[in-house]
């Protein structure tokens, strides 16, 4: 089973400000990489697949890197709507799918 | 626009069973994967199982083998989890998913539309 482990835990962040979040894999994944936002008692929403592809509707300072073991999901210029928690998922290997812990990203 | 509407949930005692459904609406339901997310509470999303778009393929993830069952009826465009010798370390919210494919081959692919979830709680 592969696990994915997310850096920071909790990321404080001013309005306005970039927020980097960090997911790492225990084993490669190549590009098969999604990451999920999630806010307080609503689902989690898909925001980028295949690492680095915004899916539909997913803002464009939303943008994800990386490729292997170390991947990124940056937000260029944090909106009061992108406090949340950052969830990130492997698919490359499977069954399971695994998520990591999530990144908490809250108002500094 | 896709809909994923989760029910069945409830207050159950260790040992117990309930069954989820979760209706689809919005897409051809028989076109696509689907799968069972949850998450406990405070803590994180954990898969739990999935199925192809036939039906004709499921997974399991360790935690709820040989208790739970994943099932479909593409007619009615539901998803269903049946949940048996149900424990305290279930109780969580449960998502239902939906995968862009119909199939997974190499890749397992991901979910790109969640249902708002349904509380399943499970104590004496």
């Known amino acids: 089973e592969i696990v994915m482990t997310q850096s920071p835990a909790t990321l404080s962040v001013s309005p306005g400000e970039r927020a980097t979040l960090s997911c790492r894999a225990s084993?490669?994944?190549?590009?098969?990489l999604a990451w999920y936002q999630q806010k307080p008692g609503q689902a989690p929403r898909l925001l980028i697949y295949?690492?680095?592809t915004r899916a539909t509707g997913i803002p464009a300072r939303f943008s994800g890197g990386g490729s292997g073991t170390e991947f990124t999901l940056t937000i260029s210029s944090l909106q009061s709507e992108d406090f949340a928690v950052y969830y990130c998922?492997?698919?490359?290997?499977?069954?399971?799918?695994?998520f990591g812990q999530g990144t908490k990203v809250e108002i500094k | 626009e896709v809909q994923l509407l989760e029910s069945g949930g409830g207050l159950v005692q260790p040992g117990g069973s309930l069954r989820l459904s979760c209706a689809a609406s919005?897409?051809?339901?028989?076109?696509?994967?689907m799968r069972w997310v949850r998450q406990a509470p405070g803590k994180g999303l954990e898969w739990v199982s999935a199925?192809?778009?036939?039906?004709?393929?499921?997974h399991y993830a360790d935690s709820v083998k040989g208790r739970f069952t994943i099932s479909r009826d593409n007619a009615k465009n539901t998803l269903y989890l049946q949940m048996n010798s149900l424990r305290v370390e279930d109780t969580a919210v449960y998502y239902c998913?939906?995968?862009?494919?119909?199939?997974?081959?190499?890749?397992?692919?991901?979910?790109?539309?969640w249902g708002q979830g349904t509380q399943v709680t499970v104590s004496s």
């Open positions: 998913a939906k995968d862009p494919v119909e199939v997974w081959g190499l890749l397992g692919f991901y979910s790109d539309y």
């Open positions: 919005g897409f051809t339901f028989n076109k696509y994967a």
């Open positions: 199925i192809s778009g036939s039906g004709g393929t499921t």
């Open positions: 084993q490669s994944v190549s590009s098969n």
């Open positions: 295949g690492a680095s």
């Open positions: 998922q492997q698919y490359n290997n499977w069954p399971p799918w695994t």
